[in-house]
């Protein structure tokens, strides 16, 4: 392959992942911290665990030695509640796009290796369904337990060394 392709390749692969992710985020709002926590919030100090509560936060107790007074034996983490609420719609919008992005990119490489007999094309496609499937995992990977990411993983490496056999058996 000469550089010529190498480099038209790598533009594919770069653009291909571009589309589907910017095709993504169009389609499929991603939640935004403010949609559940208010982006200002009163600067008032909150010296006791009630006056936090009752703002749905969470107050953490210490134990310190104070100079001063008032003297809190706390703070105050006011954004608790409506940033549990946001980590869960994030992690929901990332196990969908995990679920989006897994078929696109098979579809994605089989296109690529099936139907573009140019190279630097087949080679680009085939390099952007692997990015799209890096997308979609790399997304929910931080909330998959370790089982669930074996199994996505050995999945995959079977269904590609299939897809690999099956492709070459057919082009000869």
Known sequence: MSIKNIVMGVAIIILTI?????????????PEYTDFCEEIRAKSIIETQE????????????????????????????????????EDAREKYSKNVLVISIPLGILIIALGAYFFSLEAVGAG???????????????????????????LSLVGLVALIWFAYWFNKKKK
């Open 125 to 151: 496609l085939m390099g952007g369904g692997v990015g799209t499937l890096i997308y979609g995992a790399g997304g929910y990977w931080e909330y998959a337990g370790d089982l669930f990411r074996f199994i």
């Open 51 to 86: 006056g936090c509560e009752e703002i749905n936060g969470k107050w953490t107790s210490q134990d310190i030695r104070c100079v001063t007074t008032p003297c809190p034996q706390g703070y105050c983490d006011r954004d608790y509640e409506c940033r549990k609420d946001y």
């Open 18 to 30: 571009s589309v589907v992710v910017y095709g993504v985020n169009t389609f499929y709002n991603k």
